[in-house]
């Protein structure tokens, strides 16, 4: 009879992705650090995925690993790598190689046809504190609120028909065509593909406002539904 003590399956998980632009280690940790300063109970113990597709050489990946781990956070492993010399040495400091993962998806408005749209999922009622939505492989439509301390994940889009409090994550597998809609703008942390922005930056002229959220380019861009 055969053993069942475990099982191995494939799943899909969300990961902050590091993008560096220099390979001065202490340079990054430094900047890596002002970012963690900004919510530090969102970064603690985050597992991270370093990408280094703008680098123009190859980093000293472990002492990269060493300066992220000092830092409370978990270094998993390398996206962007373009040559084997590359892999071979994210390899030898005990980091997986990983691909980008990027789905390309075109972008979207928000109309009640998307309920009734195959691979969107709907949550109906508010999305209560400590509570966590996920879309996996669509968008995520809430007709309720999102309240603070809960979270709502799409790998697509995202639709809050009301207030949006907690935190919105689109895009997580790197769709940066993903949106974020909402009836009331006032969250802990919004984010597409990786790219965040607190609400501290957000208290805005749009703050409790509907609003779409959309990526240009490296920074999230805000506008008035």
């Known amino acids: 009879m055969a053993e069942r003590g475990i099982e191995l399956k494939g799943s899909s998980f969300t ?4 993008h560096i632009t220099s390979a001065d280690i202490a340079q990054v940790k430094r900047q890596l650090l002002e970012k963690i300063a900004q919510a530090p109970e969102f970064f603690r113990a985050a597992p991270l995925v370093i990408n280094i597709e703008k680098l123009p050489e190859i980093p000293d990946f472990s002492a990269l690993a ?5 830092l409370e956070l978990v270094p998993v492993g390398v996206s962007g790598i373009l040559d084997d010399t590359g892999r071979a040495a994210a390899r030898a400091a005990g980091l997986a190689v990983m691909t980008s993962g990027k789905v390309p998806a075109p972008a979207q408005s928000p109309s009640p046809a998307l309920l009734n749209q195959p691979g969107t999922r709907v949550h109906r009622g508010p999305v209560r504190s400590g509570q966590q939505i996920y879309a ?10 999102v ?3 809960a ?3 799409a790998d697509d889009s995202i639709h809050v028909y009301g207030a949006l409090r907690g935190r ?3 895009g997580a597998r790197g769709n940066e065509h993903a949106r974020i809609y909402c009836q009331q703008l006032m969250p802990e942390l919004v984010s597409i593909a990786g790219h965040y ?3 501290d930056g957000l208290q805005g002229e749009q703050w ?7 990526l240009a380019g490296e920074q999230l861009k805000l506008d008035r539904i």
Do not use: F, H
């Open 147 to 149: 309240s603070n301390g």
């Open 197 to 199: 922005q607190l609400s």
């Open 151 to 153: 979270e709502v994940i």
């Open 208 to 214: 409790e406002q509907p609003v779409s959220i959309s």
């Open 168 to 170: 919105a994550v689109a």
């Open 66 to 70: 060493a300066a992220v781990r000092e």
């Open 136 to 145: 996996q492989n669509g968008s995520l439509v809430v007709l309720g609120a």
């Open 15 to 18: 990961l902050s992705v590091l």
